[in-house]
């Protein structure tokens, strides 16, 4: 944010009152909701959240400690906004976007200090404008002006601002200029720069959501296979510590196939950030090779940053991905944690001695939700374009009970649900995601996707999946009483074919080079070659082969072996030959 330049234009300056924590009220401010004001001598970020009279009340987006009553509060008279123009990827920020490079260039520290005011992209750095419009041109808001080459994967779009009229293009500049500097003029008198600013509590203006009718590819087996998600749609993951919430968030951020990545890590530990921090900009992009830096925004506000930021982290981080988006582009964002961010309005919430909800929770706890995940969609754009907003939140349950507020005012809204599960961790089933309690309601509109992709029976084949899982859960409660031998001779290979799905198709290895991403191809393979034993299996059943003897060929266990295989063409049809070959050779 760089409100330090507006700072002039503050009206009457307040004196604190009151410091509660984040929670700082003051008096004799001249102010309306949500205005930006800086508290204390030190000159900490704050927002306006409560008006009584003459008392204000303000939520510190920096530690208060050692700030107290007597000292200034000034008024920006600006909402909280964000900065937005070229250099935010290959970015990592805090929760009101300061970059944490320049912070600890200016502090000598990571992990930052107070009352430290850095713009959130560099106002002097030269980037190399490509007008695409042409004096006389008419243009409108949202338009695309020129071009900015940000990455190396990724073209900044340079956009007439949504709150501006447009008109005809008096001059257009070509060449090197920093942010600041006009690149188009209009006849009204309009100067467009590279950079706009935009409050971040405000949906920037887009035209009517669509239908999501392609899937993200996340080259996760079990999300890819049997929850997907949409671009432009919404999920949640839900699960208990240590189930691989933040695995399976880090994973779509490196594998998905989004153009632009924004990952918010709210309140969590700074370990797991360090973690993203360090790994990210090794990590090639597995669609173009690319720095997978290149095309993500990290914004970090770790459990030990204060936990008011938690909330303008979240709020940064959705404004940067709108603005992606009105570029045109598929912008996936991760919040990990929305329960950390809950926690944070609990906190304001107790302090303000509002009248609490459930657990202590505010009553707007599911408003709030629902505003953040109602700015994720498949949007068209201003500009006559089309763009889309993929979000992904983690929430993290206490003790994994999913009846709690977060996760079911979370549950009332996103679309794609990836319960995590404690038991399948234990059991190191990754990625612990529960096939019986999961769901994707985009299922029906993406198979059309799948099946002119991929393949065209792909949702035949997922429903074959899903039955003979489904029928596992049910033969267990059997197995448990009278055991697995009690069972019929088709039943008794029916849950050795879903030991395979389980063991060889939805357990899925982060960690192991190969494993980590599959393509939608190989998804589909990898249980077609399943569902090939299931059916030679049948047969040299219904030939009079004893199943033991059936589940017993050589061929069978190097199901397991196809996730890590490189060649995995090879390597399937191969399998599915020696399956053919020996399960024939026993009738
Ligand atoms: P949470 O964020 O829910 O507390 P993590 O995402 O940190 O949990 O996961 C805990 C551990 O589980 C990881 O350190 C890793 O060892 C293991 N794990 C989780 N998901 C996977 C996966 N898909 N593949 C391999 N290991 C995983």
Request: with cysteine; charged share 25%; net charge negative.
């Amino acid at each position: 944010m760089s409100q330090a330049e507006d700072i002039e234009s503050v009206d009457e300056d307040g004196v604190i009152e009151s410091v509660s924590g984040p929670v700082v009220t003051a008096t004799d401010l001249d102010a309306r909701m949500n205005d930006v004001v800086y508290v204390g001598d030190e000159g900490l970020m704050g927002e306006v959240i409560e008006i009584e009279g003459n008392l204000t009340t303000i939520q510190v987006y920096e530690e208060t400690s050692g700030v107290g009553p007597g000292e200034p509060v000034q008024n920006t008279g600006e909402p909280l906004s964000v900065d937005l123009g070229p250099g935010m990827l290959d970015s990592i920020y805090d929760g009101v976007q300061r970059p944490l490079d320049v912070l600890e260039e200016k502090m000598g520290t990571a992990f930052l200090d107070r009352g430290v005011d850095a713009p959130g992209i560099d106002l002097e750095k030269q980037w190399e404008f490509v007008p695409e419009v042409e004096t006389g041109d008419t243009v409108e808001p949202g338009d695309v002006v020129g071009t900015v080459e940000e990455t190396v994967t990724i073209d900044h779009k340079v956009m007439v601002p949504p709150d501006y009229e447009g008109g005809e293009v008096t001059s257009v500049g070509s060449g090197e200029f920093t942010v600041e500097e006009t690149v188009v003029e209009l006849d009204n008198g309009e100067a467009i720069q590279m950079h706009q600013e935009w409050p971040v509590r405000e949906a920037r203006p887009a035209g009517d959501k669509e239908t999501p009718t392609e899937p993200l590819v996340t080259g996760q087996r079990v999300q890819d296979g049997l929850f997907p998600l949409a671009k432009g749609g919404t999920a949640a993951i839900p699960g208990p510590f240590g189930s691989g919430k933040t695995v399976t968030q880090q994973q779509l951020a490196k594998w998905s196939d989004a153009d632009i990545v924004v990952y918010i890590g709210c309140g969590e530990r700074g370990n797991e950030m360090t973690e993203v921090i360090e790994d990210f900009p090794e990590l090639p992009d597995p669609q173009t090779g690319n720095p997978l830096m290149a095309r993500t925004c990290l914004i970090a506000n770790t459990s030990n940053m204060p936990v008011a930021a938690r909330e303008s982290c979240i709020y940064t981080g959705i404004t940067i991905a709108e603005y992606y988006r009105d570029m045109g582009y598929d912008v996936a964002l991760m919040a990990d944690s929305t329960s950390r961010w809950a926690e944070a309005m609990r906190e304001i919430s107790s302090r303000l001695e509002e009248m609490p909800g459930e657990e202590g929770y505010p009553a707007y706890l599911a408003a709030a939700l629902s505003e953040f995940y109602e700015r994720a969609g498949k949007f068209q754009l201003i500009n006559g374009g089309e763009g889309s907003i993929s979000v992904v939140g983690a929430v993290s349950p206490p003790g994994g009970d999913f009846s709690e507020p977060v996760t079911q005012n979370t549950l009332r809204i996103v679309k794609t649900f990836w319960a995590l599960d404690a038991d399948l961790a234990e059991r190191r089933h990754f990625p612990s995601i529960n096939w019986n309690e999961s769901y994707s309601l985009y299922k029906d509109q993406l198979d059309p996707w799948w099946e002119s992709n991929v393949a065209g029976d792909w949702a035949e084949t997922r429903q074959w999946a899903v039955d003979v899982l489904d029928e596992e859960d049910e033969l267990q409660e059997i197995v448990q009483l009278v055991g697995k031998d009690a069972l019929p001779e088709d039943q008794q290979l029916t849950l050795e074919v879903a030991r395979y799905l389980r063991e060889a198709w939805l357990q899925q290895n982060a960690l192991h080079d190969v494993d980590t991403y599959c393509e939608p191809e190989k998804t589909y393979r990898m249980l077609t070659a399943i569902k090939t034993f299931n059916d030679e299996a049948f047969e040299a059943l219904d030939a009079g082969v004893p199943p033991e003897e059936i589940t017993d060929v050589d061929a069978a266990p190097q199901l397991n072996r196809m996730g890590t295989a490189e060649e995995w063409e090879e390597f399937i049809d191969e399998i599915e030959n020696d399956l053919k070959e020996q399960l024939r050779a026993l009738y």
